[in-house]
């Protein structure tokens, strides 16, 4: 059997999953969030709160911003398909 010991700290883990497709652009926002911004528990109030008021302000310019990813994303094949003579595919991409 082989052991190691390391002084090593990985983090935590966030894992989310999701029914019927892929993650909710409020779930990637929540991933996200996750890895930007801590909040230490022994923090004092006053810092505590300023944290989470910009955590917030954050949070939804990020969720913002993955969104209009998601729809340019959906434009661009689109915009693919189409150019390849898929226009019926294109058309069902773009009401996506």
């Not at 052991?3 to 652009?25: A, I, P, Q, R, Y």
């Not at 930007?36 to 006053?46: E, G």
């Not at 910009?54 to 689109?78: P, Q, S, W």
Request: charged share 30%; glycine share 4%.
């Amino acid at each position: 059997m082989i052991s190691v010991n390391s002084d090593v700290f990985t983090g935590s883990v966030n894992v989310m999953t999701s029914n019927e497709g892929g993650l909710s652009t409020e779930q990637v926002t929540e991933l996200a969030m996750d890895k930007l911004i801590l909040v230490s528990d022994s923090a004092p109030p006053a810092i505590k709160e300023q944290a989470r008021v910009f955590k917030d302000k954050l949070r939804n310019v990020m969720h913002t911003y993955i969104e209009l990813a998601r729809r340019e994303e959906r434009a661009n094949i689109a915009h693919k398909m189409s150019k390849a003579g898929q226009k019926e595919m294109a058309d069902l991409i773009r009401r996506l």
